[in-house]
């Protein structure tokens, strides 16, 4: 009984969702000290992020007492190390060079890395999502995104 009560908690799934769940918690803790304009997507986010965790901890669980094997994450584990570094490194690049450009390099980069390679497809893509980011807070709500420490703010 104790063996199976443990690898019910260290199935893939299970460990993914208890791990977003404890970030996605943790980042939220500070944006309660944000205006309310300023934490209202965040906050969103990060309790979206919190809610879809623990659905997937319960499909996984319910799975799990029905005697389910545990399918494995990915079958290409560089692809999503990969892309957990570029997430890391936009990141770090929103900080020193600021969210546009970050944005505009990072999701081009992602999108190749799990497949996708047409060039105007990814030059459409990166021209929508970073436009209506821009005109949905920076004209709309008039909120400034970070603009890098290299740029002096």
């Not at 290409?76 to 570029?86: C, D, E, N, Q, Y």
């Not at 020193?96 to 996708?116: E, Q």
Request: with cysteine.
């Amino acid at each position: 009984m104790p063996e199976s009560r443990n690898s019910c908690l260290t199935r893939p799934e299970t460990l993914t969702a208890i791990g977003i769940i404890v970030v996605a918690a943790g980042f939220l803790v500070p944006t309660f000290d944000l205006r309310a304009i300023s934490a209202l997507l965040p906050a969103a986010m990060l309790i979206g992020l919190i809610v879809l965790s623990v659905f997937l901890l319960l499909a996984d669980q319910r799975k799990a007492s029905a005697g389910e094997d545990a399918a494995p994450m990915t079958t290409s584990p560089k692809r999503v190390i990969g892309a957990f570094l570029m997430i890391v490194s936009y990141a770090l690049a929103c900080d020193f060079v600021g969210f546009y450009i970050s944005t505009a390099v990072t999701i081009p980069l992602v999108a190749w890395t799990f497949g996708y390679r047409s060039p105007v497809g990814l030059l459409i893509a990166t021209v929508i999502v970073v436009g209506t980011i821009w005109a949905i807070f920076d004209f709309g709500m008039s909120q400034d995104f970070p603009t890098g420490r290299l740029w002096g703010r």
